[in-house]
């Protein structure tokens, strides 16, 4: 059985360092807004540009215009027609280069800065 084990732990140590799993840093207040303003985040099938002024633009083939903000622990938006503001927690990788917002039930959407 020792030999097993052996190779189990060689094969988990050759893992490359692009398969460990990311670690996320929650952010609020200055910090989240500064990690929002005036940057471009990509996800799956849109961009989304965060204006300082709080305008927002989102676009997954044609344009809609929001509005967000941060609210203590949380990035806020709004979309028009609707007047309501839905509110997320806010993380980055440790890398610095992904985020993800993370919704009340606890489902996320990620995305990457723009580079």
């Known amino acids: 059985m020792r030999p097993f084990v052996a190779v189990i732990f060689l094969a988990l140590a050759v893992v490359p360092t692009e398969l460990r799993a990311e670690s996320w840093i929650s952010l609020q207040g200055d910090a989240l807004f500064d990690a929002l303003a005036d940057k471009t985040l990509v996800y799956e099938t849109a961009t989304q540009k965060f204006y300082r002024s709080g305008n927002t ?32 927690f806010f993380e980055v990788n440790d890398t610095g280069d992904g985020v993800r ?11 990457r800065y723009m580079k």
């Open 57 to 88: 633009l989102y676009n997954a083939g044609q344009d809609s215009w929001g509005k967000w903000r941060v609210d203590g622990a949380q990035y806020c938006s709004q979309w028009p027609p609707t007047d309501q503001w839905d509110c997320y």
């Open 101 to 111: 917002f993370i919704a009340k039930d606890g489902s996320a959407t990620s995305g």
